[in-house]
């Protein structure tokens, strides 16, 4: 790997005796899109903004393209662009007008109406900002990030909060920036989101990283591709996950609530044993359903709990 | 960061706010429409017209209806015969200046008592005209022949007086306003620290915010001269300059304050109670609209400390007397003292998040 485009080392940050953040390390290549994924509360936006150079780190190392905060501070912001997770723009300008004052705070740049473009608000650049709804907000916050043509772009929850098509828009606009080359941090507790856009994740949990890879590989890490859930009727007593662990090509095995959770390799040798023992058991299933093994799966596997029950 | 490049971000941060203050309606009244409407309202309140005539009551009895009608021949007192209670009340009421008794035959000549409180002005001068008139009837001659020729000061009105207080107290809400609430309320949307994310230089966004203030100021203080000048007839004696130049030191000590009272304020609550707390004891104490000398000689130092007081008296030197800056001196560097030493304060502890 190249020189990093970003790394943080054993960062640790506390608010007063809550320690947000841990002992975090990882590294970002440049080029690459690199997901925190986690739930709220994890230490993800607090780590952004450390890196952002907002926030101080309580301890640990911290470099933004090659340089340090607190030596080459103005020299990082020329060259990184920032979305925080909200910011509430000038109602009263216009979309062009917003763009614009940012554009005039760095030395380079890109010309203004060229970004307006590229996030699909050609049509809106004489409106108010407080006429825009929220998903176009959102593409004007990134445009914002992006007027200063950075090379290093920061999304914090970029698409928490949007309606499904916005959502896709501001993915758009991501994909485009990685190909065009430049490096992407982002932060989401969005399992989709992660799996679609980022190359490479850190799942951060209290503020440490449980697992780090790309998402098919922190997938594969599981065991199997594939995940098998079934639901019994009602009334039947809650199925013990170990009496299916011994199953062929079942690598781990959960229950949540009235469900069974299997994550197998193989399905086609797996579901004919299961419904086999099931009927031993005497317990016949209401539902079972297969689907490729998520991000979420992973996460539940670490940690226990789902990424939205926070 | 090169020069130029730091002008151009300056120049489009003091734009973008400019654009802001004229798209928000408020800014608008409160510059514009609301001082205005105050200083006509006022104005007709407190017109000057021929001094009314003094309310005298003369209590009923024997006599009453002689003395009445002596009073009647002035022109400079109304007459009204009442009874002993109704003359107490209206006396208490502030309704009569002076109540007239004529005295009891006792002691042969028909005198009158005054009955009237000195502490009012009105009652010392209804009980001065009343007994001139009854001196009159009863047969006094005065020994000096004397004329009276009326003359009218433009100057001395008390809505002169009034304007420079309202200009100086329009810079105090609208510097105060016009950085402080606008500061709190974009670190509540979390804009200070997005623009902080960016390569722009925090002192250069200040330097910006307070600019725009001090050039809206001009325009608003221009607004309102020329609206006292025509339509109030208030005269403006010291130079055009002097009087901006003043106005736009006050300006900027307001904004320093403004800058002082936000800089750690995370609710607009909590900069609006300090507004409060800061500009209240001005509104009262610096000679808005009535003079400072009406307080106690003990607490006049404390109030001549405040830059209000200072905006004010020298705003009133120049408009109204047409005094140059130098003889301004002592005041405006006392604005310019609470203007520095809020703006490095407030500098110094800013929170931008």
Redo the contacts between chains.
């Keep these: 790997m190249s020189a990093p485009a970003a790394a943080v080392r054993e960062l640790r940050k506390s608010y007063g005796r809550v320690e947000a953040v841990c002992g975090l390390s990882f590294e970002i290549a440049p080029a690459e899109c690199f997901g925190l994924l986690g739930p709220n509360g994890a230490g993800k936006t607090t780590t952004v903004e450390i890196l952002e150079g907002l926030l101080r780190p309580g301890s640990g190392e911290v470099e933004v393209l090659g340089r340090r905060w607190g030596s080459d501070d103005h020299e990082i912001r020329q060259r990184i662009g920032v979305c925080l997770q909200q910011t509430v723009l000038s109602e009263k300008l216009e979309v062009g007008e917003t763009v614009a004052l940012f554009r005039s705070l760095y030395r380079d740049g890109r010309p203004p109406e060229e970004v307006i473009e590229e996030v699909g608000l050609a049509e809106k650049r004489r409106a108010r900002v407080g006429a825009l709804s929220g998903g176009q907000k959102q593409r004007l916050a990134v445009a914002c990030a992006l007027v200063g043509d950075p090379e290093l772009l920061f999304l914090d929850e970029p698409t928490t909060g949007l309606d499904p098509q916005s959502r896709r828009q501001v993915w758009d606009i991501v994909g485009a920036l990685k190909s065009r080359g430049r490096t992407v941090v982002l932060t989401t507790h969005y399992m989709d989101e992660a799996e679609k856009l980022c190359d490479r994740v850190a799942v951060v949990d209290h503020g440490r990283t449980i697992a780090e890879g790309t998402p098919r590989e922190l997938i594969r890490r599981l065991g199997g591709d594939h995940v098998l859930e079934v639901t019994l009727e009602d009334g039947a007593s809650p199925p013990r996950p170990e009496a299916f662990a011994d199953l062929p090509s079942v690598r781990s095995a959960r229950s949540e609530a009235s469900h069974l959770v299997l994550t197998v390799g193989e399905p086609h040798l797996a579901i004919p044993a299961l419904l086999e023992r099931l009927r031993q058991g005497g317990v016949s299933p209401a539902s079972l359903g297969t689907r490729h093994a998520s991000l979420e799966d992973v996460f539940v596997s670490l940690t226990g709990r789902h990424l939205r029950d926070g | 960061?090169g020069d130029r490049?730091r002008w151009?971000?300056f120049?489009?941060?003091s734009h973008?706010r400019l654009?802001?203050y004229y798209?928000?309606p408020e800014v608008l009244f409160w510059g514009f429409a609301f001082p205005l409407l105050l200083s006509a309202a006022l104005a007709l309140a407190f017109r000057d017209r021929p001094s009314d005539p003094s309310r005298v009551i003369v209590l009923e009895g024997p006599g009453a209806e002689r003395v009445a009608a002596a009073l009647a021949k002035s022109t400079l007192v109304r007459v009204e015969v009442a009874s002993e209670d109704a003359a107490a009340r209206a006396l208490g009421m502030g309704r009569a200046d002076v109540v007239v008794v004529p005295a009891a035959e006792g002691n042969g000549a028909a005198g009158v008592e005054y009955r009237f409180d000195p502490s009012r002005p009105e009652a010392g001068v209804a009980r001065a005209r009343a007994d001139d008139a009854l001196q009159r009837a009863a047969g006094r001659s005065d020994p000096l022949p004397s004329r009276d020729v009326p003359v009218r000061e433009p100057g001395g009105r008390y809505v002169d007086f009034l304007v420079p207080g309202l200009i100086g107290m329009n810079l105090m809400s609208g510097g105060m306003w016009g950085v402080g609430f606008v500061l709190v309320d974009m670190r509540i949307?979390?804009?200070l620290?997005?623009?902080?994310?960016?390569?722009?230089r925090p002192a250069d966004f200040l330097a910006a915010q307070m600019t725009t203030r001090v050039a809206f100021t001009a325009v608003e203080v221009g607004f309102l001269l020329a609206f006292a000048r025509l339509a109030l007839g208030v005269p403006v004696r010291g130079r055009l300059a002097s009087v901006l130049a003043v106005a736009l030191l006050g300006a900027l000590c307001f904004a320093g304050l403004g800058l002082l009272v936000a800089c750690r304020a995370q609710k607009i609550e909590t900069v609006s109670g300090l507004m409060n707390v800061v500009m209240l004891p001005m509104f009262v104490g610096s000679g808005v609209f009535f003079s400072v000398e009406r307080f106690p000689e003990a607490v006049q130092p404390v109030l001549r400390a405040l830059p209000l007081t200072a905006l004010n008296d020298a705003l009133r030197a120049v408009i109204l007397e047409g005094a140059g800056l130098a003889g301004q001196a002592p005041r405006l560097a006392l604005l310019a003292v609470w203007g520095g030493v809020s703006f490095v304060l407030g500098l110094r502890l800013f929170r931008w998040?």
Excluded: G, I, N, S
């Design positions: 960061m490049a151009r971000a120049l489009a941060l973008a654009r802001e798209r928000e949307r979390r804009l620290k997005r623009l902080l994310a960016t390569p722009m998040f």
